[in-house]
């Protein structure tokens, strides 16, 4: 039976925050994304996130972790590779805001005299503007499932706020559930989980003119019935309504744990629609997978942010879903390329190897010497972005030659291997960009289409001749070296439809060395692992054998 809803129906579910960060709101939403589509409904998850820069493509990744790109080319925060990886739709710009693009939008709308000389306000402007973010482009989906950044009592969140408290009244109850997503701490000397957080949580959500309907508490431990009972007491919520968020070993058994605690039920239940069809197949069987008994390697990522793992979010994930398909375990071996002396030492203890993307001049060389070592060792290497274009340097300077072979992303160069493009072609448009422009505007962003050599290491990792892979950078690599360099052995087995710009190079003397403009872990999913990470892997553990 088909429980596909009209679209005059759409479902909208919030789900708030709590208690405190880092909870796992995006993971909450995904998984609830993922518990949907079992039971046969279409989902669109989206992410409004309270701070003031337009999109997060230049704030550093201490601060807000990788930057995770759709195919349209919108720069969004990490949650959204959290809802592709568990749903498998591809997200678009609709589906991700951030205040400060709500604000940019209503401030360019009173320049050109659109509010008629009205005064423009916090209400209705802005919250207007925040609901029309949320009701568009939802036609054609079942759910849509809004996770709210931030914590509830945050300032800057007060206006998501407001605009999801008006929503129910617009859409009526029916249409509309908002999920409060908190944290009940275990405290040692009393010997129990605390709810008195939660209570003045829901609370505060209260003054906001919220009722949340229900209560998704996070858990190093199981919940007590009478803690249970006293919550959905406190918080005015149906005790079935209150339900356990437990911690988990790996992030893709929360679906079935969530399940397992009636999470999908209830929702299907306040919405009072069908329960009846469910296929938990796809989910039983990545746990079958995780579980499995497996032979182990190390992967190691040489990087520059290593301080905060968060920043390399979808390669570890990529890694994980070629695990599963590999019956492997990956242990992940971060590596800081800022430190030159022990790097090399550390890439040494490693079955294969990924060289990161990044920006900027700082640890630069370590990258370089990784490369170089690499390539002499014949250990398996994944070069994405940066690592492709340091892994053209490494071969000019120390193959060819080429001693002052540099980008101009570092500064004045006399041999520019890679430099700055500033015009390119995208759907049979020319997209053109200046040096001078904002930082968020120069870059190739997006899926962009690849054209593989047959023969190729590429072509036999990919199996076909053609793909389309997801791009983040400013800088492109200077073709005139191409013959020297496939002399060497060094051939660029992937390149734009126009011939123009490198996609993909490989060593044809190297087991398993390539490297790519784009960044492919973006696209890899625990049911449909990236083929290159799967490659990278499969090598890795031939290598350690």
Same mark, same amino acid.
């Given at each position: 039976?088909d429980?596909?809803?009209?679209?005059?129906?759409?479902k909208?579910?919030f789900?708030?925050g709590?208690?405190s960060s880092?909870?796992?709101?995006?993971?909450?939403?995904?998984?609830?994304?993922?518990?949907?589509?079992c039971?046969?409904?279409?989902v669109?998850?989206?992410?409004l996130?309270p701070?003031l820069n337009i999109?997060?493509?230049?704030?550093?990744?201490?601060q807000?972790g990788?930057v995770?790109v759709?195919d349209d080319?919108?720069?969004?925060d990490?949650?959204l590779?959290?809802?592709?990886?568990?749903?498998?739709?591809n997200?678009k710009?609709?589906?991700?805001c951030?205040?400060?693009?709500?604000?940019?939008?209503?401030?360019?709308?009173?320049?050109?005299g659109?509010?008629?000389?009205a005064?423009?306000?916090?209400?209705p402007h802005?919250?207007?503007?925040?609901?029309?973010?949320?009701?568009n482009e939802?036609?054609?989906?079942?759910?849509?499932?809004?996770?709210i950044g931030?914590?509830?009592g945050d300032i800057?969140?007060l206006?998501?706020?407001?605009?999801i408290?008006?929503?129910?009244?617009?859409l009526?109850?029916?249409r509309v559930?908002f999920?409060?997503?908190?944290l009940?701490?275990?405290?040692s000397?009393?010997?129990?989980l605390?709810?008195?957080p939660?209570q003045?949580?829901?609370?505060?959500?209260l003054r906001?003119g919220i009722q949340?309907?229900?209560?998704?508490c996070?858990?190093?431990?199981?919940?007590?019935?009478?803690?249970?009972?006293?919550?959905a007491?406190?918080?005015?919520?149906?005790p079935?309504?209150?339900?356990?968020a437990?911690?988990a070993?790996?992030i893709?058994?929360?679906?079935?744990?969530y399940?397992?605690?009636?999470?999908?039920e209830?929702?299907c239940?306040?919405?009072?629609?069908?329960?009846?069809k469910?296929?938990?197949?796809?989910?039983?069987?990545?746990?079958?997978?995780?579980?499995?008994?497996?032979?182990?390697i190390?992967?190691g990522?040489?990087?520059?942010?290593?301080?905060?793992?968060d920043a390399?979010?979808?390669?570890f994930?990529?890694?994980?879903?070629?695990g599963f398909v590999?019956?492997?375990?990956?242990?992940?071996?971060l590596?800081?390329?800022?430190?030159e002396?022990?790097c090399?030492?550390?890439?040494?203890l490693?079955?294969?190897v990924?060289?990161?993307g990044g920006f900027?001049s700082?640890?630069?060389?370590?990258?370089?010497?990784?490369?170089?070592? =690499?390539? +002499? &060792?014949k250990?398996?290497?994944? !070069?994405?972005?940066?690592?492709m *274009? /340091?892994?053209? @340097?490494e071969?000019c300077?120390?193959?060819?030659?080429?001693?002052?072979?540099?980008?101009?992303?570092?500064?004045?160069?006399?041999?520019?291997v890679v430099?700055?493009?500033?015009?390119?072609?995208?759907?049979?448009?020319?997209?053109?960009?200046?040096?001078?422009?904002?930082?968020?505007?120069?870059?190739?962003?997006g899926?962009y289409?690849?054209?593989?050599?047959?023969?190729?290491?590429?072509e036999k990792?990919y199996?076909?001749?053609t793909?389309?892979?997801?791009?983040?950078?400013?800088?492109e690599?200077n073709?005139?070296y191409?013959?020297? =360099?496939k +002399? &060497?052995?060094?051939?660029?087995? !992937?390149l734009?439809?126009?011939g *123009? /710009?490198?996609? @993909?190079l490989?060593?044809?003397?190297?087991p398993?060395?390539i490297?790519?403009?784009?960044?492919?872990?973006?696209?890899?999913?625990?049911?449909?692992p990236h083929?290159?990470?799967v490659g990278?892997?499969?090598a890795?553990y031939?290598?350690k054998?």
């Open positions: 039976m429980h596909s809803l009209s679209t005059s129906e759409s909208f579910i789900i708030t709590g208690v880092s909870l796992g709101k995006g993971l909450s939403a995904a998984s609830l994304g993922a518990l949907l589509q039971r046969g409904y279409s669109r998850i989206r992410k996130d701070y999109d997060p493509g230049t704030l550093s990744p201490y807000h990788e995770f759709t080319g919108t720069e969004a990490l949650d590779g959290h809802y592709e990886r568990f749903t498998g739709v997200a710009g609709s589906d991700y951030t205040t400060g693009k709500i604000y940019s939008t209503v401030l360019s709308r009173e320049r050109r659109d509010y008629l000389g005064t423009v306000q916090v209400i802005i919250t207007d503007q925040m609901k029309a973010f949320i009701l939802t036609d054609d989906v079942d759910f849509v499932i809004c996770e931030g914590t509830v800057e969140g206006p998501y706020l407001e605009a408290r008006q929503l129910k009244n617009d009526g109850q029916e559930m999920i409060h997503l908190t009940l701490p275990y405290v000397t009393a010997g129990e605390k709810t008195k939660t003045h949580s829901v609370k505060e959500l906001s949340a309907d229900l209560l998704l996070r858990s190093d431990r199981p919940i007590p019935v009478d803690a249970k009972k006293k919550l007491q406190f918080c005015n919520v149906p079935q309504r209150v339900i356990a437990l911690d070993d790996n893709y058994k929360v679906p079935l744990q399940h397992a605690e009636g999470f999908d209830q929702i239940k306040y919405f009072r629609i069908p329960t009846e469910l296929d938990l197949s796809v989910w039983e069987d990545i746990v079958k997978k995780i579980d499995a008994n497996k032979n182990s190390t992967i990522i040489v990087g520059k942010y290593v301080q905060l793992p390399y979010k979808s390669i994930q990529a890694l994980q879903h070629s590999n019956n492997l375990n990956i242990d992940v071996k590596i800081d390329s800022e430190d002396i022990n090399i030492q550390e890439i040494a490693c079955d294969g990924i060289v990161a900027g700082r640890g630069i060389q370590g990258k370089i010497d990784a490369i170089q070592y =690499l390539r +002499e &060792q250990i398996p290497t994944l !070069g994405i972005c940066l690592g *274009q /340091l892994s053209i @340097i071969a300077r120390n193959l060819l030659g080429i001693k002052d072979a540099s980008s101009t992303e570092f500064g004045p160069t006399t041999e520019p430099c700055l493009m500033t015009e390119w072609l995208k759907e049979n448009s020319v997209e053109t960009r200046t040096i001078n422009e904002d930082l968020g505007g120069t870059m190739r962003l899926a289409p690849c054209s593989i050599k047959q023969g190729t290491l590429a990792m199996g076909t001749t793909i389309s892979e997801r791009h983040r950078h400013r800088y690599i073709l005139k191409k013959d020297k =360099l +002399e &060497q052995g060094l051939i660029f087995s !992937g734009s439809p126009d *123009q /710009l490198p996609e @993909i490989e060593y044809t003397d190297h398993w060395f490297a790519v403009q784009f960044h492919p872990e973006l696209k890899s999913k625990p049911f449909d083929p290159l990470f990278l892997t499969k890795a031939e290598h054998k």
